[in-house]
């Protein structure tokens, strides 16, 4: 059984990856259509190896028909159209922050809270997490069921490709004009990014912290546990694909080193390099293209009873969004829907090799 899905937001970074994602994992889909605003029409793009799909306007499109939207266009757009979509019997998959905090929404990480899906049913929409978050609690979950999380601290290394396609030109043109003893001036981020790094993503709150790391907070105890406090400090890197996290864990009872490792290698989703020799980690740069969460640097935290600090890096584009969203899709039709189930464990293979 095939299914008529619909991206939003297709010629964007993650727009692309979702198309992207959707042929390699051989997503049931009979017929695909590739939305955006009506600037976009008249553009192309590609979806697979072979096909190409012309854009069309998403404020005119008409949904009926339409079985899973994959949303990526933004806040306000998905404001506007996700029910107009749900009215005419689609479930939408949103990758924006809009639906995430609404207690009938469900926030799903397949790999940590796939139960959830099933809550869909209450206003047909199923939210995507912040690409942070969605790393960072892959990671956590095997931890968490064997001796409970107390308190996380983290601090994120974001790569450009998170505040869209503009921001990671502005990294190369930036880097550019350094080499050549031209004037850096920033339009996309608050302050140079090439070589530099800024303390500053989305909208400070009022306490001070920004609202990304607001955004790790909460989405981390909607979907894990409300009992888990957290504190962030989110930084963008001069990256362009890849988001990094050093993060310390406070667990409620005894867990040790190797323990945390064996659960973390069997856990789905999760790749374990670590090896305490130069290059026993992984870098953002390694992960750009890849599905898994890698987790490097584990090692016990002295400073307190029982923690822990762990190395967590993602593709911030495929497991921190595209691939996030697929693996719903792809459990969403298999189980509810009444449609085949593909692959939902991501392939792993690649930076294996590369590491091996």
């Not at 991501?346 to 930076?351: A, G, H, I, S, T």
């Given at each position: 059984m095939g299914f008529k899905v619909a991206v939003v937001g297709a010629t964007g970074n993650v727009g692309?990856?979702?198309?992207t994602t959707l042929a390699e994992r051989d997503f049931p889909v009979d017929e695909i259509v590739a939305l955006a605003s009506s600037r976009s029409v008249g553009r192309e793009v590609s979806f697979g190896e072979d096909d190409v799909l012309p854009i069309?306007?998403?404020?005119?499109?008409?949904?009926?028909?339409?079985?899973?939207?994959?949303?990526?266009?933004g806040s306000k757009v998905s404001a506007a159209f996700a029910p107009r979509a749900v009215k005419a019997g689609a479930v939408v998959i949103d990758n924006t922050s809009c639906f995430r905090m609404e207690p009938d929404v469900p926030l799903v990480?397949?790999?940590?809270?796939p139960a959830a899906i099933a809550q869909y049913k209450k206003r047909g929409i199923i939210a995507n997490p912040n690409c942070s978050t969605i790393q960072m609690v892959v990671a956590l979950k095997p931890l968490h069921d064997i001796a409970r999380i107390k308190r996380v601290v983290v601090a994120t290394y974001q790569s450009v490709s998170g505040a869209g396609r503009a921001a990671m030109d502005e990294l190369f043109s930036q880097t550019r004009a350094i080499y050549v003893n031209d004037p850096v001036k920033p339009e996309q981020l608050t302050k140079q990014i090439a070589f530099n790094v800024i303390p500053h993503i989305d909208i400070f709150m009022n306490d001070g912290s920004t609202k990304e790391e607001w955004k790790m907070a909460v989405e981390t105890r909607k979907i894990l546990d409300p009992d888990i406090a957290v504190t962030a400090?989110?930084?963008?890197?001069?990256v362009f694909i890849g988001h990094a996290e050093a993060i310390n864990i406070e667990f409620e009872s005894p867990i040790s080193e190797a323990r945390a490792r064996a659960a973390l290698h069997d856990a789905p989703g999760i790749i374990v390099l670590d090896d305490r020799v130069d290059a026993g980690?992984?870098?953002?740069?390694?992960?750009?293209?890849e599905d898994a969460v890698y987790v490097s640097r584990i090692r016990r935290d002295p400073t307190v009873p029982h923690g822990l600090n762990l190395w967590v890096v993602a593709d911030n584009l495929r497991k921190g969004a595209a691939l996030n969203a697929v693996q719903i899709a792809e459990i969403l039709v298999a189980d509810y829907l009444g449609g085949r189930r593909g692959s939902t464990r991501?392939?792993?293979?690649?930076?294996q090799r590369k590491a091996g």
């Open positions: 692309r990856e979702l198309l069309r306007a998403l404020e005119t499109f008409d949904f009926k028909g339409t079985d899973i939207v994959l949303s990526s266009p990480v397949p790999e940590v809270n400090t989110c930084v963008r890197v001069p980690y992984v870098t953002p740069a390694e992960s750009a293209g991501p392939k792993v293979e690649k930076l």
